[in-house]
């Protein structure tokens, strides 16, 4: 067993409820910070791109300039100029186009402030309780919807199209991974009947409760189609309907995240197969299981935490016949392209179930592919 120390940058995202004066001043910033984006980008196509130290140090002499500089949080320009900077080198390095200027109406409406400690120890950004200080604004309350673990580096305060502010606080985390050397190879095989089958056996289904919520979901749309379009009724029903999807939104979402989790942290190997998942939307039947089990979420998921746990996510070849071959001699039956077919016997006196043997296949694909024994 290796322990392993990893950092790792999250980001949470909550909803803050400012009041009038902070409001307008987080308006205030946001405009500024655009304001120094747009004239740094000016100045740069009128002489060339310098840098951002150089563009920093002209920060004071246009504070002088335009005094209302001087309300807002001062870190939230300098980041403006950072992010001007970024997509300066983004540019240079050839793959993105030159900086646009960022309109009031079509640019996203935040601002980012960063955290540092003054000599005195104090911090200019804090949290206590469900409140947040933030730079100019002091305390903020939030929608603390979870605790937040971690140091935090930056804070970005957003403002929605329908008016509400958000701010999301990026924290680097110290991560202690364990790291096994022997075992933790698994093939995935994600179904339709099951969730997901390990080459281990283990059967995963999808949560019970979200076929209760699927079925209300069904029945309350069976209901709205007799409503009249536009009605009271209507409408009530299209609120109702909106809730239970995002009440089966959430409780996939819970189910994907704990498993892949637990996956990614246990394993050091995983391997999936490459899922064309558009071309198979295609075929109608499968289109609803498919985008129901969410495959696509999932599989995103373990992209991100296998980085985090230190774990391999391979993805085999997806024209690989995975459940038509034995896992045990190779060889292959093609009456199990049937999918009612679940378990079968091989010439060679194997028995298998269908979903076991084809995360077996996996297994041996992905290990042969990244050339492990
Ligand atoms: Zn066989």
Redesign the pocket.
């Known amino acids: 067993m290796i322990k392993k120390f990893k950092a790792i940058n999250k980001a949470y995202k909550f909803r803050i409820y400012p009041n009038q004066e902070q409001q307008e001043l987080i308006d205030k910033t946001i405009g500024c910070s655009r304001f120094i984006y747009n004239d740094f980008l000016a100045k740069a196509k009128d002489n060339e791109y310098k840098s951002y130290t150089k563009y920093s140090r002209q920060l004071p002499q246009l504070k002088k300039e335009y005094e209302w500089l001087k309300e807002v949080d001062s870190i939230a320009l300098q980041q403006s100029l950072k992010d001007l900077d970024r997509a300066f080198k983004n540019f240079f390095s050839g793959k993105y186009n030159y900086p646009k200027f960022k309109s009031k109406r079509k640019a996203r409406q935040s601002y980012r402030t960063q955290k540092f400690i003054r000599p005195s120890g104090s911090t200019n950004i804090e949290i206590k309780d469900n409140c947040i200080k933030l730079p100019k604004l002091s305390w903020v309350k939030f929608a603390k919807s979870k605790e937040i673990k971690g140091k935090i580096n930056n804070v970005t305060v957003s403002k929605s199209k329908t008016g509400k502010y958000y701010i999301s606080i990026n924290v680097r985390q110290i991560l202690k991974t364990i790291v096994n050397n022997n075992q933790g190879e698994l093939g995935l095989d994600l179904g339709i009947k099951d969730f997901l089958t390990t080459s281990d056996g283990e059967h995963i289904s999808n949560p019970g409760h979200l076929s209760k919520y699927e079925d209300k979901l069904a029945k309350l749309q069976k209901k709205l189609a007799r409503k009249e379009e536009g009605s009271n009724n209507w409408h009530e029903l299209k609120k109702k309907i909106a809730k239970v999807h995002t009440k089966i939104k959430n409780i996939r979402k819970d189910f994907l995240h704990k498993l892949s989790t637990r996956l990614t942290k246990e394993n050091q190997l995983l391997v999936i197969e490459d899922l064309n998942v558009k071309g198979m939307l295609k075929n109608s039947k499968l289109a609803k299981h498919i985008s129901d089990c969410a495959w696509n979420m999932f599989t995103t998921m373990l992209e991100y935490k296998s980085k985090w746990y230190d774990c391999i996510l391979h993805k085999a070849d997806r024209f690989f016949a995975s459940s038509q071959t034995?896992s045990?001699?190779?060889?292959k039956n093609p009456k199990v392209k049937d999918l009612s077919i679940r378990s079968w016997t091989?010439?060679?006196g194997?028995t298998h179930d269908r979903d076991v043997n084809a995360s077996l296949n996996l297994l041996q694909q992905g290990k042969l592919e990244r050339g492990i024994n």
């Open positions: 034995c045990e001699c190779g060889n091989c010439k060679c194997a």
